[in-house]
């Protein structure tokens, strides 16, 4: 019987709401396990001062969390779920996805209400190749400059009149009760989101069976069944933060749609493809058929120019 649970979690607000949104869920089904937090700085936390793509990608938020857990220093690490590498450690699992926050981006300025009023050359910050890729295809007379930090990092930039404008996820700005800071949520029909984006995720150690008995509530079926198909497709391409690759599945009904986009740094190359099937009825199944329309649309990106357009980017 397990009385405590150790949650490993980065020290940034927003990494630290997740991880008590975590303990919170824990509490509210068990009462009687003890939750307790051990926030950690990652190698991604500390290195602000270039992009993520050229020091490794987003793998540097989880490693040493994952260390934690190996060494018995915690029992589960809680991640943005877009920050969560396609192959996990042998000896990990990620038994549970929660259920998503919004999952588009935000626009957020002090002088302007929406992204289409930025005047030519205008200063945007992002550190996402994703974002960056996809904005230029629509606006190629801007200037992206790389934004790093935490959320409050990012937005004090912007305040002190670094950038005209800056894209964050709207979810962290949701949790972080800074919904007015947000002048505009983008239309995902022209900025698709990252694979997994708004969705909180957790990491156990594998085969820890006892742990992923107490994490089976906070499982929403329906986020993971998506998040499936999107990094699926992601694994599938071969893909992290070091090449713009977008992915967003929705479920309306029996019907399962995924999108996937794979652009050129500079936007001019955009490639999309949309493929939807119907679910079968059982959870398995659905999971199953998640991970195989997210290699469908994959091959089919490929088939567009993808595999050569990637590999020219790394």
């Not at 000896?91 to 588009?104: K, N």
């Not at 069976?209 to 107490?214: D, K, L, P, R």
């Amino acid at each position: 019987m397990i009385d405590k649970i150790r949650i490993a979690t980065r020290k940034s607000p927003l990494a630290l709401w997740q991880a008590e949104f975590v303990a919170a869920e824990i509490k509210k089904h068990h009462p009687d396990i003890q939750v307790e937090l051990i926030p950690m700085s990652t190698r991604g936390d500390k290195i602000l001062d270039v992009a993520l793509a050229k020091v490794g990608g987003k793998g540097l938020f989880v490693k040493e969390l994952e260390v934690a857990m190996q060494n018995d220093e915690a029992d589960i690490a809680v991640h943005s779920m877009k920050d969560v590498p396609m192959e996990l450690p042998e000896g990990f699992d990620l038994p549970v996805i929660c259920e998503r926050e919004t999952p588009f981006d935000a626009f957020v300025s002090n002088r302007y209400a929406h992204i289409d009023e930025l005047p030519k050359g205008a200063v945007v910050g992002t550190s996402s190749l994703r974002r960056q890729a996809q904005l230029l295809a629509r606006r190629p007379d801007l200037e992206i400059k790389v934004l790093r930090g935490n959320v409050g990092t990012r937005l004090g930039k912007l305040d002190a009149g670094e950038y005209d404008g800056i894209l964050l996820a709207a979810a962290g700005l949701v949790r972080l009760g800074l919904v007015e800071r947000i002048a505009h949520v983008i239309d995902y029909n022209w900025l698709l989101p990252a694979c997994g984006q708004g969705a909180v995720g957790i990491e156990t150690r594998a085969n820890d069976a006892a742990v992923s008995e107490v994490l089976k509530p906070l499982y929403h079926h329906e986020t993971a069944v998506r998040v499936i198909a999107e990094r699926a497709m992601n694994r599938s391409l071969d893909g992290g933060c070091q090449v713009p690759i977008a992915g967003f599945a929705v479920i309306n009904g029996n019907q399962l749609s995924l999108e996937g986009r794979v652009a050129s740094n500079d936007g001019q190359t955009l490639l999309q493809v949309s493929e939807q099937i119907t679910l079968e009825e059982t959870e398995v199944q659905q999971r199953v058929q998640a991970e195989s329309l997210g290699c469908f649309v994959a091959e089919q990106l490929i088939a567009r120019g993808a595999e050569k357009l990637l590999a020219e980017l790394s």
